[in-house]
């Protein structure tokens, strides 16, 4: 009581506390009364301090994380063993001074922060912790700085810098030796192939990487590895990320999973495996050392292990669990309303019975007085940092002791020495015990060997797995004598009931009546020989069992049926029909690799016709008929105006001829103002027939016998522009008569099966035919989860059939029904069915694949043997085998388009060119031709005269120009008494 009563005022006598407690004791053997016990205690109270000397009070810092709930406990009481312990540290105490850095999951630097308050409100000497990786790296990077020593129970980041932590010591091996330890672990299992589970922290991402490295070097393999964001809490984790996680692992045929994760993520994912169907004896999780360092999350509320750690085989930090060092704080544990000392806490009281054990021999030495660091994390610092605590740190890497974790040497720069590199292996035993049994060690020692001199497992202890098995599981499990249970259904050419051309109700009806051993008569087709191909090389038993309801599987209400719930449920081990893939399916069965490519197809019957009355006009658009009518009516233009305008054209010719008209009747007219100057010749029924051959009705019609391929009677363009544009046109004709007829022939085709239907949206607009799929097949499945609007209205207009026998009646007797399913039943029907084809293309994309269970260990070595037989073209002979194609014209594809006006895009380009020549062409001959420059005594003759002289053309009914009376009277007396003698109808002359 006097001891305690000065404690306050940093007074410590650990001998007059010892001698004070024999006095009670005989005060209390000798049966002192009351009152003499009241002197005796005040006697002890005043005169304690008089015997006591005044002690050093040494501060060590604790930095706990939120998840290290118990390691304030272990912390205090290794302070209290040092200062009961005479022969350490006379005349000085140790105090502990605890602070939360807050938890792990969070940011680092707030670690950093609540270190650097607890420096500027206590004085240290040293610290212990934190406990997550990336909270050390912070911490002891501003440690470093200023020269104070940390001791770190569970840092294992293998890339932390010691240059820049110069004062940072690690109790345990770094993830470098974890991941070579694991690596044994795995060998000494007997297995090769692993999948990863890891958190992107420090702890996890390095150790992850130094797996990988290991796994290069023992020719071992990582089939999965999944990434979990650190970071994240429980609450926010949806269960649709959970359970992606275990789908990777199962979609890969996990076995073994590494998990290297911290306790909290640890307990999420292995709750989801257990969720999910993987733990079971088959499968065997491997934890790295951190999920054993605490043992917080392995038991619930009750202080019961909860269920889904049963089995895990993992490592943890080496303890001497039979010492009585472990023994007295086990006990201290228990007391406390504990299951056990956790290895975190025991590496907690070794790291403070290390700064103990360094600081007594400093004290012994006396060079340098103990004392607290008296600064801040920022305060500048000479030198290297603090004197005193550069020379704690070298203790640290000199100091040679016994504690819990057995003889503890490190290396110069903070690490263990390779000799203390060792783990414990332990077995978390839920069912059996209730316990973490330590089952073997792993010491890294020199020389060793990967298993057999590294890994020594303890000989009374047996390693059980997942409900009390004692059979390791396998990391691929061989088929050698392994009857498999394969799920068949009719599904021609996949599948094909033998036994019902024989008259056989059933398999065993079959086999019991012609004495038969095996099933292998009852069914045929390119799945059943598939499989008996892959017996012969993986040397597996079979039987045969088919879909209880007759369907392949699909989700009603929730809940799957046909042969995906069979293998769902476990009752098959695989379905061997030609599966459909879907992402729906997927969730519920796990999908070989693709064998066939598939897809969605229509058929129907050949036998259909329809009329259409205007089937002449299918092979062009109508934007096509609207450019034609447009071509004949342009070209019709641009020819009349080359002929009318140019002296080298049928009526411009004609115009130039009256022009140079030079007789004196004509020059007798001018003389009395007549502007025209058109001379009336005896010839004139010739001439009006010259200017009608290219009128503007001639001139249409030119245009549009050319493109009907047919010549007119009446003539064509005489000038060479005129030739050169109705050129063009019978280039662009020809190339428009030639698609016509091609297309006009694909229709005529097409017309043959009479459905012109060729993709979804076609199928919808129309309303002459009915069509659907078989319900609960692929096809359905595929239209009903479809995201494009066209196919979900397929599936709601479908009018579907309960087998896909009942559909190919259907468009035999019905002839209007239009059938969709997947391509290789239809390659297979329209094989022997010759009334019937297949019309348009795919409409959607799948392909065919054997089901298996969930995380079946059989999908990889299958889809091993399959890619084999794929690559020697042995699945596609199998086809071949039974696809025979005996039937002329199987398949027909409906889908002739009509040609769009933006086809013809090439042919103007073309045209465009030839076209410009023709109008220079003409420019040539208007203004810069040998006509041009010929003069008569009216001057010479130009475009704008041969326009005039256009409006008044003779009349056809009388020769002489309608409207103008002096011209009418003077063309009468010039037909009746002279002709014009200079002007003869010579072309040679005329064309100069």
């Known amino acids: 009581l006097g001891v305690s009563r000065w404690e306050p005022?940093?007074?410590?006598?650990?001998?007059?506390?010892?001698?004070?407690?024999?006095?009670?004791?005989?005060?209390?053997?000798?049966?002192?009364?009351?009152?003499?016990?009241?002197?005796?205690?005040?006697?002890?109270?005043?005169?304690?301090?008089?015997?006591?000397?005044?002690?050093?009070?040494?501060?060590?810092?604790?930095?706990?994380?939120?998840?290290?709930?118990?390691?304030?406990?272990?912390?205090?009481?290794?302070?209290?063993?040092?200062?009961n312990n005479d022969r350490m540290l006379p005349e000085t105490q140790l105090r502990g001074i605890v602070t939360n850095v807050g938890s792990s999951n969070e940011n680092p630097a707030n670690a950093t922060f609540t270190m650097c308050k607890m420096l500027e409100e206590d004085d240290v000497i040293a610290l212990v912790g934190p406990f997550s990786s990336a909270q050390v790296k912070y911490c002891s990077y501003i440690a470093g700085r200023i020269g104070l020593p940390m001791t770190s129970p569970t840092a294992v980041d293998p890339y932390h810098n010691p240059i820049w932590a110069p004062t940072l010591v690690k109790l345990i091996p770094n993830n470098l030796v974890q991941a070579e330890a694991l690596m044994d672990l795995c060998e000494h299992f007997g297995w090769s192939r692993v999948s990863i589970v890891y958190t992107t922290d420090e702890y996890g991402m390095t150790l992850r990487e130094a797996i990988i490295s290991q796994t290069r070097e023992r020719d071992m393999r990582i089939i999965s590895d999944v990434k979990i964001a650190y970071g994240m809490k429980r609450e926010f984790i949806a269960e649709s990320m959970k359970k992606d996680w275990i789908d990777q692992l199962l979609n890969t045929t996990t076995r073994i999973t590494l998990l290297l994760t911290s306790p909290y993520y640890a307990d999420i994912v292995l709750e989801a495996a257990d969720r999910y169907g993987m733990l079971d004896s088959s499968y065997a999780w491997i934890g790295a050392s951190a999920i054993s360092e605490s043992l917080v999350d392995l038991y619930d509320g009750d202080g019961i292990m909860k269920p889904w750690y049963d089995g895990l085989v993992g490592l943890g930090p080496y303890l001497d669990t039979t010492g009585r060092i472990y023994q007295r704080l086990n006990s201290a544990y228990k007391e406390e309303g504990y299951m056990a000392v956790s290895p975190i806490d025991a590496l907690i009281y070794d790291a403070v019975y290390l700064i103990g054990h360094s600081l007594d021999k400093i004290y012994r030495a006396g060079d340098l007085n103990i004392d607290n660091y008296k600064g801040g994390c920022y305060d500048n610092v000479?030198?290297?940092?603090?004197?005193?605590?550069?020379?704690?740190?070298?203790?640290?890497?000199?100091?040679?002791?016994?504690?819990?974790?057995?003889?503890?040497?490190?290396?110069?720069?903070?690490?263990?020495?390779?000799?203390?590199?060792?783990?414990?292996?332990?077995?978390?035993?839920?069912?059996?015990?209730?316990?973490?049994?330590?089952?073997?060690?792993?010491?890294?020692?020199?020389?060793?060997?990967?298993?057999?001199?590294?890994?020594?497992?303890?000989?009374?202890?047996?390693?059980?797995w997942h409900n009390g098995i004692t059979d390791t599981p396998s990391d691929n499990p061989l088929l050698s004598n392994v009857t498999l249970k394969l799920g068949v259904l009719e599904d021609k050419p996949f599948i094909i009931?033998?036994?019902?051309?024989?008259?056989?109700?059933?398999?065993?009806?079959?086999?019991?009546?012609?004495?038969?051993?095996?099933?292998?008569?009852?069914?045929?087709g390119v799945s059943i020989d598939i499989i008996?191909?892959?017996?012969?090389?993986?040397?597996?038993?079979?039987?045969?069992?088919?879909?209880?309801?007759?369907?392949?599987?699909?989700?009603?209400?929730?809940?799957?049926?046909?042969?995906?719930?069979?293998?769902?449920?476990?009752?098959?081990?695989?379905?061997?029909?030609?599966?459909?893939?879907?992402?729906?399916r997927e969730k519920a069965v796990n999908f070989g690799i693709s064998f066939y490519p598939g897809g969605v197809r229509m058929a129907t019957s050949k036998s259909i016709t329809?009329?259409?009355?205007?089937?002449?006009?299918?092979?062009?658009?109508?934007?096509?008929?609207?450019?034609?009518?447009?071509?004949?009516?342009?070209?019709?233009?641009?020819?009349?105006?080359?002929?009318?305008?140019?002296?080298?054209?049928?009526?411009?010719?004609?115009?130039?001829?009256?022009?140079?008209?030079?007789?004196?009747?004509?020059?007798?007219?001018l003389r009395k103002g007549i502007k025209d100057r058109i001379c009336p010749f005896e010839e004139d029924h010739e001439l009006k027939h010259q200017m009608g051959i290219m009128s503007v009705p001639n001139a249409l019609w030119l245009s549009v016998c050319s493109f009907l391929t047919v010549a007119p009677a009446d003539g064509i363009p005489k000038n060479w522009s005129g030739r050169i544009v109705i050129s063009i046109w019978w280039l662009i004709c020809l190339v428009l008569v030639s698609m016509y007829t091609a297309n006009l022939a694909a229709f005529?085709?097409?017309?043959?099966?009479?459905?012109?239907?060729?993709?979804?949206?076609?199928?919808?607009?129309?309303?002459?035919?009915?069509?659907?799929?078989?319900?609960?097949?692929?096809?359905?499945?595929?239209?009903?989860?479809?995201e494009n609007e066209v196919l979900n209205k397929v599936y709601l207009r479908s009018n579907s059939t309960q087998t896909y026998n009942e559909a190919i009646s259907r468009m035999k007797i019905g002839r209007n029904y239009i059938f969709l399913y997947g391509v290789g039943p239809l390659d297979f029907t329209t094989s022997e069915h010759c009334d019937i084809g297949l019309i348009g293309d795919v409409i959607m994309d799948f392909g065919y694949a054997f089901a298996f269970q969930q995380g079946s260990p059989y999908l990889e070595v299958f889809n091993q043997e399959m890619l084999i037989l794929q690559e020697r073209g042995a699945i596609k002979d199998l086809w071949h085998k039974y696809v025979r194609g005996h039937c002329e014209d199987v398949s027909f594809d409906a889908e002739a388009d009509s040609l769009e006006a933006s086809s013809l895009m090439g042919l103007l380009y073309l045209c465009l060119p030839l076209f410009a020549l023709a109008i220079v062409v003409f420019l040539l001959e208007v203004f810069v031709s040998p006509k041009r420059r010929e003069r008569g005594k009216g001057g010479s003759v130009g475009i704008g005269e041969i326009m005039m002289a256009q409006a008044t053309q003779p009349d056809p009914n009388g020769g002489v120009p309608r409207g103008r009376p002096e011209i009418e009277e003077a063309s009468l007396a010039l037909t009746t008494t002279e002709t014009c003698p200079q002007v003869q109808l010579d072309d040679s002359r005329l064309e100069g």
């Open 497 to 524: 009931y033998n036994y019902t051309k024989h008259g056989y109700a059933s398999c065993e009806q079959m086999m019991k009546d012609e004495g038969l051993r095996n099933q292998d008569l009852c069914y045929m």
């Open 382 to 464: 000479e030198g290297d940092g603090w004197e005193l605590g550069l020379e704690l740190f070298n203790q640290f890497t000199v100091s040679n002791y016994i504690g819990i974790a057995g003889t503890r040497q490190t290396w110069p720069n903070g690490e263990p020495d390779r000799a203390a590199q060792r783990y414990n292996i332990l077995n978390f035993q839920t069912i059996r015990n209730q316990q973490v049994v330590k089952i073997g060690t792993w010491e890294n020692r020199e020389g060793g060997g990967p298993d057999e001199n590294k890994i020594r497992m303890m000989d009374e202890e047996v390693v059980t």
């Open 532 to 584: 008996k191909r892959l017996r012969e090389k993986l040397k597996f038993n079979y039987v045969f069992i088919e879909s209880p309801d007759g369907k392949f599987g699909n989700q009603v209400n929730g809940k799957w049926n046909g042969l995906i719930n069979e293998i769902y449920e476990k009752r098959h081990d695989i379905g061997v029909v030609g599966f459909g893939t879907s992402h729906t």
């Open 748 to 786: 005529l085709t097409v017309s043959r099966m009479g459905v012109d239907i060729s993709n979804a949206e076609e199928l919808i607009n129309q309303k002459d035919y009915l069509f659907g799929t078989v319900e609960g097949s692929i096809t359905e499945n595929l239209l009903r989860h479809s």
């Open 9 to 83: 005022t940093n007074f410590s006598c650990n001998f007059v506390l010892h001698r004070l407690s024999i006095l009670s004791s005989a005060f209390v053997f000798y049966r002192i009364t009351p009152g003499e016990m009241r002197i005796g205690v005040w006697l002890g109270v005043l005169l304690g301090p008089c015997f006591c000397q005044s002690d050093d009070v040494i501060n060590i810092g604790l930095l706990v994380n939120t998840e290290t709930a118990s390691a304030e406990l272990a912390f205090q009481r290794a302070v209290r063993d040092i200062n």
């Open 610 to 669: 329809k009329k259409e009355q205007f089937f002449f006009l299918k092979p062009f658009s109508a934007g096509v008929w609207y450019t034609i009518l447009a071509g004949i009516v342009f070209f019709f233009i641009v020819v009349f105006i080359f002929d009318k305008f140019s002296p080298y054209g049928h009526s411009g010719g004609v115009v130039y001829k009256c022009k140079i008209c030079d007789c004196p009747r004509c020059r007798g007219l």
